[in-house]
C-alpha cells in the first residue's frame, strides 16, 4: 500500500494511475507519474504530491478503478476548501 495524499492505494492502483497520468503527457501528469513511480520503486509509505501533481491526479479520476475512487472523493472534497 502507498498513501496518496492521505489515502491508502494499492500498488496496482497506482501503477494505473501513472499509467493514465503518463498517457496525458502535461508536465504536471508526468511529474507526478514520476513520483508515485518513485516512491513504488523505493517502497515508500506515502508520496508527497504539490498542488498542481494533485490537481492533475484529480483529472486522472474521472472514471477510476474502484480502489481509486476514495482518493477521488478525498481530492474532490480538499479542492472545494
Known amino acids: 500500500m502507498l498513501k496518496i495524499h492521505d489515502e491508502s492505494v ?4 497506482a501503477f494505473w494511475l501513472v499509467d ?3 498517457s496525458v503527457g502535461r508536465a ?3 511529474t507526478a507519474a514520476a513520483a508515485i513511480e ?6 515508500a509509505p506515502a508520496v508527497p504530491l504539490a498542488e498542481r501533481e494533485r490537481d ?6 474521472e472514471d477510476p478503478p474502484e480502489g481509486l475512487l476514495e ?3 478525498t ?5 472545494e476548501l
Not at 494499492?10 to 492502483?13: I, L, M, P, T, Y
Not at 518513485?38 to 517502497?43: F, I, N, S, T
Not at 492533475?56 to 479520476?61: E, I
Open 28 to 30: 504536471d501528469d508526468a
Open 75 to 79: 481530492l474532490l472534497r480538499d479542492n
Open 56 to 61: 492533475a491526479v484529480l483529472a486522472c479520476l
Open 38 to 43: 518513485r516512491a513504488l520503486m523505493d517502497e
Open 10 to 13: 494499492r500498488r496496482s492502483d
Open 20 to 22: 493514465q497520468l503518463r
Open 71 to 73: 482518493l477521488r472523493r
